[in-house]
């Protein structure tokens, strides 16, 4: 498991699970990820404090914090 993660307290009232990333182009590939035009939702826990890091601080991915993961 990764290690814990600094992450926003509070999204809509509550602390955020997973982030959900997208694609400006039709594929584009990091941390070890591939995204595309459609929304990806990983969960916080899946992810280390650099891989979040890279897929913030991205211009290619439109990345935010959700409290909930979709099933």
């Known amino acids: 498991?990764?290690?814990p993660?600094?992450?926003?307290a509070?999204?809509?009232g509550t602390a955020p699970r997973a982030?959900?990333?997208t694609?400006?182009?039709d594929t584009f590939r990091r941390?070890?990820?591939a995204f595309g035009r459609e929304p990806?939702?990983?969960?916080?826990?899946?992810?280390?404090?650099a891989e979040l890091d890279a897929l913030l601080?991205?211009?290619m991915l439109v990345a935010v914090f959700v409290a909930d993961v979709e099933d």
């Open 1 to 3: 498991m990764a290690e």
């Open 5 to 8: 993660i600094a992450t926003p």
């Open 10 to 12: 509070i999204v809509d």
């Open 19 to 21: 982030i959900r990333v």
């Open 23 to 25: 694609a400006t182009c």
């Open 31 to 33: 941390a070890g990820r």
């Open 40 to 49: 990806v939702e990983i969960d916080l826990d899946a992810l280390s404090q």
């Open 57 to 59: 601080a991205e211009p």
